[in-house]
């Protein structure tokens, strides 16, 4: 009989963890999940999951240099997925100097740790498309120069830098994926998606009547499901050698096109009236403002267009998405609005 994997999976809370997990333990793997204890309960995903009982929860913080230290000593898992991480963008110019830290060094530390007690582990590190920030190519690729637009993207840069230097320097097994926006019914509701998703759904039934509120409506995104993407995460580490891979679909849409499309879904016509700040969208079924423009959610520098090119894992994983746009829109939209109709939104 062979030996049973272990994966440990940081960021177990989080919208990736979650699918991540459940895929893993399918596989048949020993899931240790790693979380940060708080004082409010933050294993719904998990629950939604149905896979809460199946995983075995550890204590971890991506500052806690000891404590990730005994974590690998103790386990020595064939596989660490590290996907904890400071990820919303706009949080990171608040607290610039925590994001650079947790998503900078605390990859560092994993670096170190897996060099220092578990040398055989396989790192996934969770890169992004928001180092390609001002891009300097169309589509983004492997070889494309990055140019972060945020403290976010400057520290998600270091620590793929450092995988890169910890495989050539000491052999670690440190893979890194550069993921584009990947979304589904689990995004947290901060995500510009989830946020459209989630309020129109308490609009279309009745939970609010205030418009959406959303900043820049022009920026484009390529955007993947989520339930996609872990898949890729699983494959990359199964490869002979460490590498560096896009993971994107090819195609990008702005804001107000996510915007139209789910509200289709959820039973609105909009049409765009107004220029910049005082744009709104109105519903042509009620002739009510159901978006406006509010500079609040502007940002101090803006990622305008993400479209990636994921010729190379295409290739080399033999990977293909199942999800496309409009199936994505759909998923999200219909699930926010059971949810609110059930009362759990
Ligand atoms: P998410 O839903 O925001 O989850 C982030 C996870 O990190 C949560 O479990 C969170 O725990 C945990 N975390 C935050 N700070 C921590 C700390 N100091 N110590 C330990 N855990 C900490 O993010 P996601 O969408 O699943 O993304 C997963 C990873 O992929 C992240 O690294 C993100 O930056 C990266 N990424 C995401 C996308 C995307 O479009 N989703 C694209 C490219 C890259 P709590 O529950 O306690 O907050
Ligand atoms: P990001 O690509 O990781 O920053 O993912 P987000 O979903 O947070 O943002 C995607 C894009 O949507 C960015 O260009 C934002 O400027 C834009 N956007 C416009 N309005 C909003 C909003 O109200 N909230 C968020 N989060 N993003 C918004």
Redesign the pocket.
């Known amino acids: 009989m062979t030996k049973q994997k272990i994966a440990m999976i940081s960021g177990i809370t989080g919208q990736d963890g979650g699918y991540l997990a459940k895929f893993l333990l399918e596989k048949g793997y020993r899931v240790i999940g790693l979380y940060r204890r708080g004082a409010t309960d933050t294993f719904s995903r998990l629950k939604e999951h149905g896979i809460f009982d199946k995983v075995e929860l550890k204590d971890f913080d991506l500052l806690e240099f000891s404590n990730i230290c005994r974590l690998m000593k103790n386990y020595q898992p064939d596989e660490f997925y590290n996907l904890a991480a400071q ?4 949080a990171s110019w608040e607290e610039p100097i925590y994001t650079a830290q947790a998503d900078g060094m605390g990859v560092l530390y994993i670096l170190e740790a897996i060099r220092e007690f578990s040398p055989h582990t396989r790192l996934y590190q969770a890169s ?3 180092m390609f920030g001002k891009v300097q190519e169309i589509p983004q690729k492997e070889t494309t120069p990055f140019y972060p637009r ?1 403290p ?1 993207g400057v520290a998600k840069l270091m620590a793929h830098w450092m995988c890169v230097n910890y495989r050539e320097s000491f052999n670690v097994f440190a893979t890194s994926g550069i993921l584009f ?1 990947h ?1 589904s019914p689990m995004r947290g509701k ?6 459209i998703t989630a309020h129109f759904a308490r609009l279309a039934t009745g939970l609010t009547d205030k418009p959406l ?5 022009n ?1 484009k ?1 390529d955007w993947g499901f989520a339930g996609d993407y872990v898949e890729m995460m699983w494959l990359m580490l199964q490869q002979d050698k460490p590498d560096t891979y896009v993971i994107a679909t090819g195609e990008t849409h702005p ?1 107000r096109d996510f915007v139209e499309e789910a509200g289709r879904v959820a039973g609105f016509d909009i049409k765009w009236q107004g220029e910049n700040e005082n744009e709104v969208g109105i519903d042509q079924n009620s002739g009510k403002v159901v978006v406006k423009v ?1 500079p609040k ?3 101090p520098a ?3 267009l ?1 479209i990636g090119d994921p010729s190379k894992a295409e290739k080399v994983l033999g990977w293909k998405r199942k999800v496309d746009y409009k199936g994505l829109c759909k998923m999200m939209m219909e699930k926010d609005l059971e949810r609110a109709k059930n009362g759990e939104l």
Do not use: D, M, P, W
């Not at 990820?87 to 706009?90: D, G, L, N, R, Y």
């Not at 509120?213 to 409506?217: A, K, S």
């Open positions: 990820s919303f963008v706009a992004t498309s928001e945020s976010y926006n979304e901060e995500f510009v998606t989830r946020k509120e959303l900043g820049n409506l920026a995104r804001i509010n959610f502007f940002r803006e990622v305008e993400l």
